[in-house]
């Protein structure tokens, strides 16, 4: 299974970007589906999730802000990025949980792209 995420960039605060990474190779189901991040300096935090029914989850600092969404029939999440901050300056990488033969659920981590808040 591969991932390829694309719509990271440089934006100035109080912006907008939305992320996109989507699924590709051998697998029965896509599953759960997330986006994370990681700062310099600071540890890979969870942003947001979502289900494959479309429950979602929120870090606490991206609620109101942030929306996750996903599209079933492409394999595909998206992460729209709203209202900005410098705090939001990170490598964000999107991560699925596949059904997959043999072996059954495995995760699978994209390549990061980055998206830089300029103040």
């Known amino acids: 299974v591969q991932l390829q995420a694309s719509g990271g960039g440089l934006v100035q605060a109080g912006g907008s970007l939305k992320l996109s990474c989507a699924a590709s190779g051998r697998f029965f189901s896509i599953n759960d589906m997330g986006w994370y991040r990681q700062a310099p300096g600071s540890q890979r935090e969870l942003v947001a999730a979502i289900t494959r029914g479309g429950i979602t989850n929120y870090a606490r600092s991206v609620k109101g802000r942030f929306t996750i969404s996903r599209d079933n029939g492409k394999n595909t999440v998206y992460l729209q990025m709203n209202s900005l901050k410098s705090e939001d300056t990170a490598v964000y990488s999107c991560?699925?949980?596949?059904?997959?033969?043999?072996?059954?659920?495995?995760?699978?981590w994209g390549k990061g792209t980055l998206v830089t808040v300029s103040s």
């Open positions: 991560n699925a949980r596949a059904s997959v033969p043999i072996v059954g659920n495995m995760d699978y």
